[in-house]
């Protein structure tokens, strides 16, 4: 039975192989039909002329002038890399454009719906939050824009209650080899039991209170598989009101079934970066790239930080999760013990799994480095910039990213890195400028390259060095905002046109 087991387990992985090759050129053939310049924005073909003049002055302040715009993200009001990026964003769009931005974010506190209006710059900032869970328990309803999200959805689940090998959980969970799916409509909802109640109706009423009473322009969106992603979508829709997706996760994203669902019906398409973009995205997809405040993150700015531990720091500053490599970093500071080099391995950020946590601290326990491991915690913005400070290297062994803020924020604070090559990594780092680049899983690599630059003083001030003028020079707010200046006047027609009409 045993290997009767593991026989079939092979022959299905080969046959999805082989359904999933024909399917993803089945999908992308259709998609490229369906998602193309024409269909994700039919009303914004302008004449070369009107762009050549629009692009000649665009860098002016005020080119958003009088917009409103709703921007949502499904990430709760704290100090994780997205939220921080959007904080940034705003301050710096509202510093240079009389405008309003509608921030609609999640949050878990049923006394924290209250809608609060704060002026930055030359325009005004609307704070929406909205409540996403109920904490009575209960059945959680979930709404499925599609049977493919439906069957995804759940699936998952099901998944994680199976003994079946990693590469064949890969293959059923990829959304590739099932394109189909994503165009079935399915009305109704499906449900399963939970320690938290849905408020899929409170959400569905306060994003179309918003758009009622408010001149929305736009809506843009920085999380497109998520459930209320699916329910702003539509409420726009309906209301004639385009809609404009940022990732800020690695594109492979795209790849799923309730994202690509969802882009039937967005205006344009753009992410942090460049990298891993579905082919049947490429010819309308745009770089915005990554921002932010180099004033803030520096050296001089830090002032004089009393030194904390006696050992060499490695910083992973990031959410505990899985993906973001904390078991890996303990592997390798374990490497580097064996060969007599002892580190300070700090971890900062939210933990979202608390056993997790202490899957990271049994590890760290039988490796007999259990005092070098600390958790400092979610970190405020000042105490993070502290922490570079103190940091000899800042690590980032993630399974997926898009380009991670806190390379960049390192980088300017002369930190050297060292990250795996996955997602935008690569457009963060100069590579054996600035840090090291490590093939995704490389532990021995990896260990090598800190070990490296944990012994030599002059590679690392160099590193340094170079890492602040190409952050500078690369990842600025003022190059971030006029990116998503040009992203929204290209791709929003009727501010084109308005603008046009004013400026021309």
């Known amino acids: 039975m045993k290997y009767f087991r593991k026989i079939t387990n092979i022959i299905l992985f080969f046959l999805l192989i082989v359904f999933s090759s024909v399917s993803a050129q089945c999908s992308d053939l259709y998609s490229a039909q369906n998602i193309n310049r024409e269909n994700l924005a039919p009303s914004l073909y302008i004449q070369a002329r009107d762009i050549q003049a629009l692009f000649a002055v665009y860098e002016q302040p005020g080119i958003l002038d009088g917009m409103t715009i709703l921007r949502f993200s499904s990430y709760y009001d704290l100090t994780g890399g997205t939220e921080v990026h959007i904080q940034n964003l705003n301050a710096a769009l509202l510093r240079r454009n009389d405008m309003k931005i509608i921030q609609m974010y999640i949050t878990v506190r049923e006394d924290n719906e209250d809608i609060q209006q704060i002026k930055i710059g030359r325009g005004t900032l609307v704070k929406a939050p909205v409540l996403s869970w109920l904490k009575t328990r209960g059945i959680e309803t979930v709404q499925a824009s599609s049977a493919g999200g439906m069957l995804y959805s759940m699936g998952k689940k099901v998944l994680k209650k199976l003994k079946v090998t990693d590469i064949l959980k890969y293959w059923l969970q990829t959304t590739r080899f099932m394109p189909i799916l994503t165009r079935l409509p399915m009305s109704g909802q499906f449900y399963h039991e939970t320690g938290r109640t849905s408020n899929y109706t409170g ?42 997706v940022q990732n800020h996760l690695d594109n492979t994203v795209f790849n799923d079934v309730a994202a690509r669902s969802r882009l039937k019906n967005v205006t344009a398409v753009g992410g942090v970066s460049q990298r891993n ?42 959410r505990i999760d899985p993906n973001k490599g904390h078991l890996d970093l303990v592997e390798i500071a374990y490497d580097l013990h064996i060969e007599g080099i002892d580190v300070k391995v700090v971890f900062a950020g939210r933990a979202d799994n608390l056993d997790f946590c202490e899957e990271i601290k049994s590890l760290a326990k039988k490796y007999g480095i259990a005092d070098n491991v600390i958790f400092a915690g979610e970190l405020t913005q000042k105490e993070l910039r502290d922490y570079y400070f103190s940091s000899d290297v800042v690590v980032l062994p993630s399974q997926s990213e898009g380009i991670p ?35 995704v899983n490389n532990k021995g690599l990896f260990a090598r390259s800190l070990k490296r630059v944990l012994q030599d003083n002059d590679l690392s001030t160099e590193m340094g060095k170079a890492g602040k003028d190409f952050v500078e020079n690369n990842f600025s707010l003022s190059a971030l905002a006029s990116r998503h200046e040009k992203f929204y006047i290209t791709k929003h027609a009727v501010s084109i046109n308005r603008w046009l009409q004013q400026s021309l």
């Open 277 to 318: 973009v579905p082919s049947f995205l490429q010819a309308v997809f745009s770089y915005l790239g990554n921002g932010i405040d180099t004033k803030f993150f520096s050296r001089d700015a830090s002032g004089i930080i009393p030194k904390k531990f006696d050992k060499p720091v490695v910083f992973l500053p990031g």
């Open 405 to 439: 803020r806190v390379l960049l924020e390192a980088q300017a604070m002369e930190v050297p890195v060292i990250a795996y090559d996955v997602g935008g990594v690569s457009d963060a780092i100069g590579s054996g400028k600035t840090g090291y680049i490590v093939p």
């Open 203 to 244: 959400v569905k009423e306060k994003i179309q209170q918003v758009l009622d009473s408010q001149q929305v322009d736009f809506v843009m969106i920085h999380t497109i598989g998520a459930s209320e992603s699916g329910i702003i979508i539509e409420a726009a829709k309906a209301r004639g009101i385009p809609v404009l």
